[in-house]
């Protein structure tokens, strides 16, 4: 996750005399977005599709699985120039934000061994993330490393947008599960409910933040931008 991401220019209308709340907006969104991402690791039912990768590659390399997304976000930021893609603030501080927060919640939050503690984590896991995605989307600095990935790719090759995110979960996903990433009902549940959680969180934030009630900015967040961060 239609039109791209960042199509709609970051101070368009209604955004332009609200920068201290976006960036409130922003930052929250992507802490947020980074402890969710923690209560799905501690649940050990099913990640997102890029942090079975992320977690894989961690305990490859013994790294933290925040710091591999920092790395891994990086990466994926080099890939854009050939594709002429543009970063935003968001999008860098997306790299090192959500990390950040990820590692941060994992070493405050205690390990859970009972399946009915783990249950509620995963679950309170996706639905936060939903939040947190609607909370930075709509805060309109820019997509995520992956997300602009994504979108880079759907205009150089024409393919569809949901090809395109197919492909390339199906990819993260297999090879973090090789390296020793966890997939699970967790795995299965986000991929269903993320799209519409996103979504809704989207047009409550557009909403609240848009004068007259405008869902200017709900309009345009395409379903190819709710994807991981």
Known sequence: MSTPADSTPAHGPGTGGRLPLRLVQLYAGLALYGASSALLV????????WNVLHQGLAEL??????????????????LWIPLRQRPGLGTVSNVFVVGLA??????????????????????????????ATGLYISARFGPGPRDGLMTGLH?????????????LE?????????????????????????GP?????????????????????????????????
């Open 155 to 167: 205009r150089r090759t024409g393919r569809s947008i949901r090809l395109v995110r197919t492909v």
């Open 102 to 131: 990820m590692d941060g919640t994992l070493a405050l939050v205690p390990d859970a061994h009972a399946l009915a503690v783990r249950v509620p984590l995963m679950l309170a896991g996706i639905v936060l993330n939903g939040l």
């Open 170 to 194: 199906v990819a993260v996903v297999a090879t973090g599960f090789v390296l020793g990433g966890t997939v699970g009902v967790g795995t299965l549940l986000y991929a269903v409910a993320i």
């Open 61 to 78: 390399t013994g790294l933290t699985i925040g710091v591999v997304s920092i790395f891994v976000g990086a990466a994926v930021l080099l």
């Open 42 to 49: 501690e649940a050990g039912l099913g990640l997102e599709p």
């Open 197 to 229: 959680l996103a979504q809704f969180f989207l047009r409550m934030f557009a909403v609240r933040r848009a004068p007259g009630g405008s869902t200017v900015v709900a309009a345009g967040q395409p379903e190819g931008a709710i994807l991981s961060g």
